[in-house]
């Protein structure tokens, strides 16, 4: 199932030079979900159950591995660092 998110290429630029090794890392783990959902979702229901999932595994990992204060405040910063990637370019 083909997402309807669009995303603009130069978000993925590794060539982009304020971007850290973590940053290109992250967005090429962004692509290898991206690609997971559009070759396991057989519907848009699957793909909403699995991205709550991912999400799930996130937050845990955030609590697993930070205190509650930190990772309130990086749970926090990763959905609005999301929401700005994906909002110029949702149609």
Known sequence: MMS???????????????LTP?????????GV?????????KNQEDCILLAGAMISVAKLLY?????????????ETSLADFNELIKPTIH
Not at 22 to 27: M, Q, W
Not at 33 to 38: A, F, N
Not at 63 to 75: G, R
């Open 4 to 18: 309807k998110i669009k995303f603009k290429a130069s978000y993925f630029d590794p060539n982009d030079k304020k």
């Open 63 to 75: 609590f697993d591995n930070f205190n509650n204060e930190e990772a309130s405040q990086l749970w």
């Open 33 to 41: 979900l991206m690609k997971l959902v559009e070759n396991t979702g």
């Open 22 to 30: 973590a940053d290109i890392k992250l967005r090429r783990l962004f």
